[in-house]
């Protein structure tokens, strides 16, 4: 036997209500929505501008990076130079006096005062190339360390946080 189910009947009123609350619920919860990713798409473009801003930043320290190294590399050529210049004179100088020595004790002794003036030239232009060298590293890493400091720090906040 097939059972028969007791339909109940809703009021007009009462589904129509049900569905006007039902709209406005689901229109309320679209705007919200809406509203949200309006407000995270105006975080994330201020991000953008923001990243874009870091970039140049970051493109100017290298330019400015590179700069500093170029000019010292031409402060290191020119000390190089001049050592070498004066080495040179030396060794002419010395060759000068060797062929115009007297005797063996004198070629000893005007070789042996070349080579220690030699050392000793070599020595202290080495040192001083050394430091320059340094120097220059610094200088030139000096704005790329910035921003990357900079770059770190901003990075490291949350960007798109509520």
Known sequence: MATRTKKT???AETVAA??????????QQYEKAVA????????ASALLEDLAVLGKGNLDAVVQS???FAKGLEEISREFMTYAQASLETAASATKAL??????????????????????????????LSDLGVKVANEA?????????L???KLSKPALAA
Do not use: G
Request: glycine residues 0%.
């Open 9 to 11: 009947f809703v009021p």
């Open 18 to 27: 049900t569905a006007e609350a039902a709209t406005q619920a689901a229109t």
């Open 36 to 43: 949200a990713t309006r407000e995270q798409a105006a975080k």
């Open 66 to 68: 590179n700069t500093l």
């Open 99 to 128: 062929f115009q020595a007297k005797t063996l004790q004198d070629v000893i002794a005007l070789n042996n005062e070349y080579a220690k003036t030699s050392l000793d030239t070599f020595l202290a232009n080495s040192t001083k």
């Open 141 to 149: 890493l000096e704005p790329i360390n910035a921003r990357v400091n």
């Open 151 to 153: 770059t770190i720090e």
